[in-house]
């Protein structure tokens, strides 16, 4: 069983920029596509981004496209979102997770491991 911890959030202000990091516990972390989900109050969880096994690829939801940028780095077994320009409509527990394939994907259940959540918090 892969475990994850993210880091990284925090309260910011509108504008801000902030990076999340997602440390896997497995080497076989690196076999597979990776993304960050989000989740507000009231709210379903969301795609936020994904990046292909070997960094290939990547993908992203198009509230955060040109503003969030997702990378990885096999040799550390992590996994980062580098926000910027961010606005309150951000704000929402982050998640990272672990695809059950090489390839990227937007869908949660597409996903096998998930992180516990980081708190992003973006005040006007």
């Known amino acids: 069983q892969m475990q994850l911890v993210e880091s990284g959030g925090g309260l910011v202000q509108a504008g801000d920029s902030l990076r999340l990091s997602c440390a896997a516990s497995?080497?076989?972390?690196?076999?597979?596509?990776l993304g960050w989900f989000r989740q507000s109050p009231g709210k379903e969880r969301e795609f936020v981004a994904s990046?292909?096994?070997?960094?290939?690829?990547?993908y992203y939801a198009d509230s955060v496209r040109g503003r969030f940028t997702i990378s990885r780095d096999n040799a550390k077994n992590t996994m980062y979102l580098q926000m910027s320009s961010l606005k309150p409509e951000d704000t929402a527990v982050y998640y990272c997770?672990?695809?059950?394939?090489?390839?990227?994907?937007?869908?949660?259940?597409?996903?096998?491991?998930w992180g516990q959540g980081t708190q992003v918090t973006v005040s006007s």
């Open positions: 990046i292909r096994w070997d960094g290939g690829t990547t």
């Open positions: 997770a672990v695809g059950r394939s090489p390839l990227e994907n937007m869908n949660a259940h597409e996903y096998q491991y």
């Open positions: 497995e080497r076989t972390f690196k076999f597979y596509a």
